[in-house]
């Protein structure tokens, strides 16, 4: 397992805020411990967070939010340059894959996700990591029998401060392997302890 981020920070966005993404961590996959950044043992990537939302006051029709990492590759063209490289967009996603409803953790719930992976990308060097939300946050408003889109909540009267009324702690990212894959009953195990 490797940790993206200290685990006491908490990353927080505004659903349909100016913000698509908040940065959450990076992992850089030649010093985090682990031979990674060439290998294709893991074909596994394990991602957890603990999540609050605040949107229980309303009968929400629609929204998305989560975990979005992105592999960064080295594009060869000079020494140490990497470019963001979207191609494994790995998310763990409020509307597929977390239990309970997402628009009510009213404490920071747990959620996690195990996606296998067909193959590890060539001279993979770091992964970023964010809190994601779509701007597409919709309630049903009974009073005026309709649809209705999730307005910003502010901070102060002049509107440039948004609320976050979603939230993240606790994030880790992990890599493994499959039983399968393991040749000659054989298991190479890393770690960062000395």
């Not at 990308?121 to 005026?144: R, S």
Request: charged share 20%; net charge negative.
């Amino acid at each position: 397992m490797v940790d993206s981020t200290d685990a006491s920070k908490i990353t927080g966005i505004t659903a349909n805020g100016s913000r698509l993404e908040e940065h959450i961590g990076t992992i850089n996959l030649s010093s985090a411990g682990y031979n990674i950044a060439n290998n294709d043992i893991f074909n596994t990537l394990y991602i957890k967070g603990e999540f609050w939302s605040a949107f229980d006051q309303y009968e929400m029709r629609s929204g998305d939010y989560g975990i979005h990492l992105v592999i960064g590759i080295d594009n060869g063209e000079a020494a140490g340059e990497t470019k963001r490289y979207d191609r494994l967009d790995l998310r763990l996603s409020a509307l597929k894959d977390m239990f309970g409803n997402p628009y009510a953790f009213k404490i920071y719930t747990p959620q996690e996700i195990v996606c296998t992976l067909s193959s590890w990308p060539t001279n993979a060097k770091e992964i970023y990591v964010y809190l994601y939300q779509n701007n597409n946050f919709e309630y049903y408003d009974y009073n005026n029998q309709a649809v209705q889109r999730l307005t910003i909540p502010y901070l102060d009267k002049e509107e440039t401060t948004e609320i976050s009324n979603i939230k993240v702690k606790n994030v880790a990212v992990g890599f493994g392997s499959e039983i399968a894959s393991i040749a000659d009953n054989r298991l190479k195990i890393y770690t960062n302890n000395t």
